[in-house]
T-cell receptor, first 110, second 111 residues
């Protein structure tokens, strides 16, 4: 089955950019997603990208996809304390289901 | 106007009991899911259900069973609860374009 991997922790200073990285193994993955989970809450869909795209921008969020390397990143510009959360990468692959990474805990320091 | 809702939000019960978690979506989606999130925040799909087609993750014990009375609901029944079932359970739904919308979760604690 597909594996999706992310680093577990990232700390940044308020106002800096955050970059969260993700790798996946199934080259057939057609859709790639970023979700945000705040403490005690469900997963909120932030953005997604189709595999035929290499970049998508949505306000402060920029998603980059390197399909050759099976690498996805999420850049958050001007990171705020409210961005502190766990960010999950997910891939929709040949198994026709979403496979999630382990999540990256983003901590924004004042 | 909640999109995906779950009840209860918290569930504390003893080993051996049988319990249910309810899920409802008002998005008109055809596919619904149940996920389990463990204490390390790892998310694992348990079931997906689409137009009466149930896809089961083979690692899910048969003590867990989803039941869908209609397209907007997918409930999760758990028999003979065990300590290891303690987790947060999320319901989700998706349109044909595959992005999934999650409920707020149900924190199950088995004592």
């Amino acid at each position: 089955g597909e594996d999706v991997e992310q680093s577990l922790f990232l700390s940044v200073r308020e106002g800096d950019s955050s970059v969260i990285n993700c790798t996946y193994t199934d080259s057939s993955s057609t859709y790639l997603y970023w979700y945000k989970q705040e403490p005690g809450a469900g997963l909120q869909l932030l953005t997604y990208i189709f595999s035929n795209m290499d970049m998508k921008q949505d306000q402060r969020l920029t998603v980059l996809l390197n399909k050759k390397d099976k690498h996805l990143s999420l850049r958050i510009a001007d990171t705020q304390t409210g961005d502190s959360a766990i960010y999950f990468c997910a891939a929709f692959g040949s198994a026709r289901q979403l496979t999630f990474g382990s999540g990256t805990q983003l901590t924004v320091l004042p | 106007d909640t999109a995906v809702s779950q009840t209860p939000k918290y569930l504390v019960t003893q080993m051996g009991n049988d319990k249910s978690i309810k899920c409802e979506q008002n998005l008109g989606h055809d596919t619904m899911y149940w996920y389990k999130q463990d204490s390390k925040k790892f998310l694992k799909i348990m079931f997906s259900y689409n137009n009466k087609e149930l896809i089961i993750n083979e690692t899910v014990p048969n003590r867990f069973s989803p039941k869908s009375p209609d397209k907007a609901h997918l409930n999760l029944h758990i028999n003979s609860l065990e300590l290891g079932d303690s987790a947060v359970y999320f319901c989700a739904s998706s349109p044909p374009s595959y992005e999934q919308y999650f409920g707020p979760g149900t924190r199950l604690t088995v004592t």
